[in-house]
T-cell receptor, first 113, second 111 residues
C-alpha cells in the first residue's frame, strides 16, 4: 500500500505559466516532506522541503504548500521554464523514524514553448 | 567532491546469478539508502542504514541483502537474480535533518 501518492503521472505546462504538482500521503505520522527533481540518467536532486509545523515554504520560483488535515501537499513553480522539464518526486518521513524516507511514484513535468 | 558514487553504472545478469552493487559516499554522512526505480512505481526503499552498524528493511527488501561495511560504504547484494529485479538502483546518503544526496544509479538488466 503506497503511503505517498502522486496521482498525476504527467503534466504539460506552457512556458511562463504556473506548474502545480500534487502529492497525497496516508501516514499521519509523517511530519517532514521533500520534493526532488530528476533528469534522465541522473540521480534525484533535492529541491525544497517543508516541516509539518509550517503550511508554506518558498525558495525562489518554488513554493511548497502543506495541508495537514487533508494529508496533501503541492509544489508550485512560477514562472515555469524549459529547464524545469523533469520528473518530480514527493517524499515523506516522520520524526520518530527520521532515517526512513518514502517516495511517491513521480510526476513527469513537460514545459512547452 | 564526488558525493555518492555507485558502481557499476550498467550490468546485465542471467537469472540465478549473484551480484553486489557498490555505493560509497565521501560526505561523512551517517545514513545510507538503497532504492529501486521502476516505471510507474517511483522510488521504492529496499534497505537503509541509519548509522554504521545498523541496517533496516524498507518497502521492498525481499530478494536483497545489504552490508554497511563502514561509514562510507553500503553495498546491496542480489543472491539469485530474477527478471523482476530488473530496475535502476539508486544509493543515497544523508546526515541528520539534511536532505538525501543521490548517486547517478546502476542500471541492472536480468535476462
Amino acid at each position: 500500500d503506497q503511503q505517498v501518492k502522486q496521482n498525476s503521472p504527467s503534466l504539460s505546462v506552457q512556458e511562463g505559466r504556473i506548474s502545480i504538482l500534487n502529492c497525497d500521503y496516508t501516514n499521519s505520522m509523517f511530519d517532514y516532506f521533500l520534493w526532488y527533481k530528476k533528469y534522465p540518467a541522473e540521480g534525484p536532486t533535492f529541491l525544497i522541503s517543508i516541516s509539518s509545523i509550517k503550511d508554506k515554504n518558498e525558495d525562489g520560483r518554488f513554493t511548497v504548500f502543506l495541508n495537514k488535515s487533508a494529508k496533501h501537499l503541492s509544489l508550485h513553480i512560477v514562472p515555469s521554464q524549459p529547464g524545469d522539464s523533469a520528473v518530480y518526486f514527493c517524499a515523506a518521513s516522520s520524526y520518530s523514524s527520521a532515517s526512513k524516507i518514502i517516495f511517491g511514484s513521480g510526476t513527469r513535468l513537460s514545459i512547452r514553448p | 567532491n564526488a558525493g555518492v558514487t555507485q558502481t557499476p553504472k550498467f550490468q546485465v545478469l542471467k537469472t540465478g546469478q549473484s551480484m553486489t552493487l557498490q555505493c560509497a559516499q565521501d560526505m561523512n554522512h551517517n545514513s545510507m539508502y538503497w532504492y529501486r526505480q521502476d516505471p510507474g512505481m517511483g522510488l521504492r526503499l529496499i534497505y537503509y542504514s541509519a548509522s554504521e552498524g545498523t541496517t533496516d528493511k524498507g518497502e521492498v527488501p525481499n530478494g536483497y541483502n545489504v552490508s554497511r561495511l563502514n561509514k562510507r560504504e553500503f553495498s546491496l547484494r542480489l543472491e539469485s537474480a530474477a527478471p523482476s529485479q530488473t530496475s535502476v538502483y539508486f544509493c543515497a546518503s544523508k546526515d541528520r535533518v539534511q536532505p538525501q544526496h543521490f548517486g547517478d544509479g546502476t542500471r541492472l538488466s536480468i535476462l
